[in-house]
């Protein structure tokens, strides 16, 4: 399991799974952070399934859906995979009225997640 300052990430079967650590992910450090630590991983895996497990953030900005756009973009073009799970009510409410629900697969749970991943 690596570990950063805002991030875990570990391997289930596979399949990475990275936690954002910090509850409010707002600032430009945090997202640097988050892109510093998953686009090597990504681009350095062709065909990488990735899951990201929210259920620690509370809050986070726009910049971080951008993130992940950029994130599932260089997975797709490898034929990977990205999921996104336990995302908060408040949050998973932003991700429906930017569509973005219709882009990213999101699960309830970490277990709905890994499963046929």
Partial sequence: ???NA???VEYINGVAV???TDSKILDEEQIQSLEK???PLIEQTAGMRLLIDFSNVQFLTSSVLGLLIRFNRRILQSEGHLRLCAIDPKILEIFKITRLDKVFEIYKDREQA???L
């Fill in 18 to 20: 990275a936690v954002p």
């Fill in 114 to 116: 890994l499963e046929g």
């Fill in 37 to 39: 630590t998953l686009m």
């Fill in 6 to 8: 805002s991030l875990s």
């Fill in 1 to 3: 399991m690596e570990t």
